[in-house]
């Protein structure tokens, strides 16, 4: 007995990559997976990237012409958080409980896929 997919109507080689589409929940999941355990993997590079270093704000990128822009960071600004977790401060609990938060909604929005579309199960069942 040959079991009908939402696919079985197309050519073999569009069924192929539709099932291959399938597998593509599983990438916001092991993502979310690793921002809730290691938030600074992802916090640490994208701080970097927009010029927030230890020692302050790195000249010649993002983070610094946002300061030259707006002069003194005002305290609990958002600018003033970025800078705080960068320096590993009492800011880098609220830029990594972010990113556990987003983490979370990852994994729960992949693994609403998975169960929706059925993402693990064997597609050439026959």
Same mark, same amino acid.
């Given at each position: 007995?040959?079991?009908?997919?939402?696919?079985?109507?197309?050519?073999? +080689?569009?069924?192929?990559?539709?099932?291959?589409?399938?597998?593509?929940?599983?990438?916001?999941?092991?993502?979310?997976?690793?921002?809730v355990a290691v938030?600074?993997?992802?916090?640490?590079?994208?701080?970097?990237?927009?010029?927030?270093?230890?020692?302050?704000?790195?000249?010649?990128?993002?983070?610094?012409?946002?300061?030259?822009?707006?002069?003194?960071?005002? #305290?609990? +600004?958002?600018?003033?958080?970025?800078? +705080?977790? #960068?320096?590993?401060?009492?800011?880098?609990?609220?830029?990594?409980?972010?990113?556990?938060?987003?983490?979370?909604?990852?994994?729960?929005?992949?693994? #609403?896929?998975?169960?929706?579309?059925?993402?693990?199960?064997?597609?050439?069942?026959?």
């Open positions: 007995m040959v079991y009908q997919t939402r696919y079985s109507h197309y050519s073999p +080689s569009i069924r192929a990559r539709a099932d291959k589409f399938h597998q593509l929940p599983l990438i916001p999941i092991v993502a979310g997976l690793v921002g938030p600074g993997i992802v916090t640490g590079p994208i701080l970097a990237a927009l010029g927030f270093g230890a020692a302050g704000p790195i000249a010649g990128t993002a983070a610094a012409a946002a300061q030259a822009a707006m002069g003194n960071a005002v #305290a609990g +600004s958002a600018f003033a958080i970025a800078q +705080s977790a #960068a320096m590993g401060g009492s800011g880098a609990a609220i830029v990594n409980g972010v990113v556990q938060g987003v983490g979370v909604l990852l994994t729960g929005v992949g693994g #609403a896929e998975c169960l929706i579309s059925g993402c693990g199960e064997d597609k050439k069942r026959r």
